[in-house]
C-alpha cells in the first residue's frame, strides 16, 4: 500500500466533486454504521485512516472509546492522532488494541492476507472492515472508476485488489476469523447514484477471532475462549 504527493493539476477538479458531492456524506453514515458496530470502551486502531475523518465522526458519536490513526504517509492535519507504518506491518505489538479498524484499505494491497493477519494480531478481539464485493464484470467496472475518481486525485497508487464474497470467506477463515455481522446496505449515495455506485458493492463485517491461529500461549488462548 503506497501513496504518492503528485497530483496531476488536471485532477483537481474531479477531488472538488468528489469533495463536495460524496466525501461527507460518506464519512458520516460510515462512521454511524461503524461507530454502532464497536463494543464498549474499545482501544480502536484506524489502519489506513487517510485525513482521519471518518475516525473523528466515530470518536465523537463514541466518546467511550479511543482511536489511533496509523497511515503510509500520515496527512498534515489529519483529524485524528496518526504515526506512519509501512503499509504492510503494523508497528504494535501483539494484542495491543481490542479492534483493528479498516475502511476501504485492504484492496488497496497486493496481498489481502498480509494486512489482515497483522490486524489478527495485534487485536485482543475484534477486526471491524468496510471494503468493496466483486462478483462479475459490471462490478469490477464500476469498482475501479469509483476508485480512480476517488482516490487518484489524491495520488493514491491505485491495485483494484477487489474480492467476491467467496474470497472475503476465505481469507477470513484462513485467519482463524468469524463474521458476527455482515451488511451490504450502505447508504452511502443519494439516490439515483446509489442505484449504480451502491447496490451490493460495499460491505461492513465485524470479525471475531477464533482462537485457532496467531495466539502465543496458553494464558492468551484460555483469555480468548472467554471472549
Not at 500500500?1 to 458520516?28: N, T, Y
Not at 460510515?30 to 486502531?45: C, G
Not at 496518526?82 to 488494541?97: E, K, T, V
Not at 493477519?117 to 466483486?134: C, F, P, Q, W, Y
Request: proline share 4%; aromatic share 8%.
Amino acid at each position: 500500500m503506497a501513496a504518492s504527493e503528485r497530483v496531476s493539476p488536471h485532477l483537481s477538479w474531479i477531488k472538488r466533486l468528489h469533495g463536495q458531492f460524496v466525501l461527507q456524506r460518506r464519512a458520516q453514515v460510515l462512521a454511524e454504521m461503524l461507530a454502532a458496530a464497536l463494543p464498549q470502551s474499545a482501544k480502536v486502531v484506524d489502519v489506513g485512516c487517510g485525513d482521519g475523518a471518518i475516525g473523528r465522526l466515530i470518536a465523537n458519536l463514541r466518546p467511550d472509546i479511543s482511536i489511533q490513526g496509523l497511515e503510509y504517509k500520515v496527512r498534515e492535519g489529519c483529524k485524528i492522532e496518526c504515526r506512519p507504518f509501512d503499509g504492510s506491518h503494523l508497528p504494535f505489538p501483539d494484542a495491543a488494541f481490542d479492534v483493528c479498524l479498516f475502511v476501504d484499505v485492504l484492496h488497496h494491497t497486493q496481498d489481502v492476507s498480509l494486512l489482515l493477519g497483522e490486524a489478527v494480531r495485534v487485536t485482543r478481539s475484534l477486526v471491524l472492515i468496510k471494503d468493496h464485493l466483486n462478483e462479475n464484470v459490471l462490478d469490477d467496472a464500476t469498482l475501479r472508476f469509483m476508485d480512480w475518481v476517488g482516490n487518484r486525485p489524491h495520488g493514491v497508487v491505485l491495485t483494484y485488489n477487489y474480492q467476491s464474497r467467496k474470497q472475503w470467506n476465505e481469507h477470513f477463515s484462513r485467519m482463524g476469523l468469524e463474521s458476527e455481522s455482515w451488511t451490504s446496505a450502505l447508504p452511502i449515495y443519494a439516490s439515483p447514484f446509489n442505484f449504480i455506485f451502491g447496490r451490493k458493492l460495499h460491505f461492513i463485517s465485524l470479525l471475531r477471532k477464533t482462537g485457532q491461529k496467531f495466539l502465543r500461549n496458553p494464558a492468551e488462548s484460555h483469555s480468548a475462549g472467554k471472549e
